[in-house]
């Protein structure tokens, strides 16, 4: 079936640094989405990204959509605690949203 | 005001029992989803229901029966739970039955099975 491919599956970082992840397909797709969970809650869109090529920003997140359209990245600048947290990537195929394995961001003190 | 609730939070369980789950959306939206994640938290929907008409049945056993009884309800029964069936399962909703539509997701119940 359709998969998303999400890298790196953990990340482990100092509070302050920049974060960088990505998400690959095989196929195309005519949108990304990025959510984040919480530890124990459910997941929240952080951004959409709808055009190849589109760079959008959420604050200190920056998401791009891959000119291939067949990848998408997010970027985390100055890491503060409540970023911890799964990052999932997701797209539509075939009127449902899939969703990758995501990538676990943890922050150490 | 909380948009999506679940009952319960935690669920714990004998095999073989039957259980169910309730979810409410206060955010007006016509269409609602079950997820379920599993151990490694991987997301994949279960169901969706458009103005309480199912959609989507993603193949799964016919032991899960959800129901609508309004749009602003989805409940989850499951019958002779299995020990495989343990997961988080999240409901969700968006305006919509339309998957551009942002969904937004419930705090999830975290169904175990002993």
């Known amino acids: 079936g359709q998969q998303l491919n999400q890298s790196p599956q953990s990340m482990f970082i100092q509070e302050g640094e920049d974060v960088s992840m990505n998400c690959t397909s095989s196929s195309i797709f005519n949108t990304w989405l990025w959510y984040k969970q919480d530890p124990g809650e459910g997941p929240v869109l952080l951004i959409a990204l709808y055009k190849a090529g589109e760079l959008t920003s959420n604050g200190r997140l920056t998401a791009q959509f891959g000119i291939t359209r067949k990848d998408s990245f997010l970027n985390i600048s100055a890491s503060i605690p409540s970023d911890v947290g799964i990052y999932f990537c997701?797209?539509?195929?075939?009127?449902?949203?899939?969703f990758g394995k995501g990538t676990r961001l943890h922050i150490l003190p | 005001d909380t948009a999506v609730s679940q009952t319960p939070k935690y669920l714990v369980t004998q095999m073989g029992n039957d259980k169910s789950i309730k979810c409410e959306q206060n955010?007006?939206?016509?269409?609602m989803y079950w997820y379920k994640q599993d151990s490694k938290k991987f997301l994949k929907i279960m169901f969706s229901y458009n103005n309480k008409e199912l959609i989507i049945n993603e193949t799964v056993p016919n032991r899960f029966s959800p129901k609508s009884p309004d749009k602003a309800h989805l409940n989850l029964h499951i019958n002779s739970l299995e020990l495989g069936d343990s997961a988080v399962y999240f409901c969700?909703?968006?305006?919509?039955?339309?998957?551009?539509?942002?969904?937004?997701f419930g705090p999830g119940t975290r169904l175990t099975v002993l």
């Open positions: 969700a909703s968006s305006p919509r039955y339309f998957v551009m539509d942002t969904q937004y």
């Open positions: 997701a797209g539509p195929r075939d009127d449902k949203i899939i």
């Open positions: 955010l007006g939206h016509d269409t």
